[in-house]
């Protein structure tokens, strides 16, 4: 078995896809392979992984004929992996230096970390440094069990949720596969409802403390992530009703559910809050306010 896959949801990055993969192959380590899985994209990239199957790139094409946006793509690849372990990619994004993932993969073996956690550093557009990404920031110590879950969900904000920046094991993925998909939740926080169920089965988290991913920040994300604040709000919404039962079904003790199910509430007044603020001040809100009531219908 390979120690390490590395997983790219891709649909319709051509753009960014060549130096993504340019990033890979400058690593020194190469006992990996490379799952471009694409979601449904108009032209799947099908030409720039040959080319750099050509360049030596241990890189294969996977994709679904119908769109099922980043949850269900993440998923598609973990199943589809060979590896020991799985790391994921944007597909914008990159990887950062030569020596650090080869590195990262050892310390995730000699650890034997179902989660390791590593340091990436924000990007402009064009993937020059602008800093520290301090929203993916690890956690400063190892944690064990149920103390994975509380530190990242059960605290006074839900840090560390990022999909990307770790290396996990591919059996944990396959031990979240089910009732990943079996919940209606396919985009918006995908990564935070991903992480929830990723958190609570993980029986160790080790903090590296490595940088190894550069993420692109787009100058507009800003205003774009308050506008998409409804969506936003019902994934939130149904983690809340859906997710927060099944973890209190195996084990998760009130005292967390509790903490867990406030910030979830929170979460959700905050993106009805940013998408109000978005608008335009002569915006007709009569569709908005009609269907904000929906969404916290069913609030405690």
């Not at 120690?3 to 020194?28: G, K």
């Amino acid at each position: 078995m390979l120690p390490l896959s590395i997983i790219i949801p891709h649909h319709e990055h051509q753009r960014t896809l060549p130096r993504l993969l340019e990033s890979v192959l400058a690593q020194s380590y190469k006992n990996l392979e490379v799952i471009v899985a694409d979601d449904c994209s108009a032209a799947p990239p099908a030409d720039v992984v040959e080319e750099y199957r050509r360049q030596g790139l241990a890189v294969r094409l996977i994709g679904s004929p119908v769109r099922q946006y980043t949850k269900n793509t993440r998923l598609m690849g973990a199943e589809a992996a060979r590896g020991e372990r799985v790391t994921f990619i944007d597909a914008d994004d990159a990887l950062w230096g030569r020596d650090e993932l080869g590195e990262l993969v050892e310390q995730a073996r000699s650890s034997r970390a179902d989660i390791l956690h590593f340091d990436a550093l924000a990007a402009d557009q064009d993937l020059n440094i602008t800093g520290r990404y301090e929203y993916a920031r690890p956690f400063p110590e190892p944690l064990a069990g149920l103390d994975i879950f509380r530190a990242a969900f059960c605290g006074t904000d839900l840090p560390g949720h990022n999909i990307w920046g770790k290396i996990y094991t591919r059996a944990l993925w396959l031990e979240i596969m089910e009732p990943a998909r079996a919940v209606d939740i396919h985009r918006y926080r995908e990564d935070m409802f991903l992480f929830a169920f990723l958190a609570f089965k993980a029986k160790n988290y080790v903090p590296a403390p490595k940088t190894a991913y550069v993420h692109r920040v787009y100058e507009q994300a800003g205003r774009r992530h308050q506008m998409k604040g409804l969506g936003r709000a019902m994934t939130v919404r149904r983690m809340r009703q859906e997710v927060v039962p099944w973890l209190e079904a195996r084990g998760l003790p009130p005292d967390m559910s509790q903490s867990f199910s406030k910030n979830l509430d929170d979460q959700v007044a905050k993106a009805i809050g940013d998408y109000f603020r978005a608008r335009p001040p002569d915006f007709h809100i009569t569709w908005a306010a009609q269907a904000t009531p929906q969404l916290l219908a069913d609030a405690p």
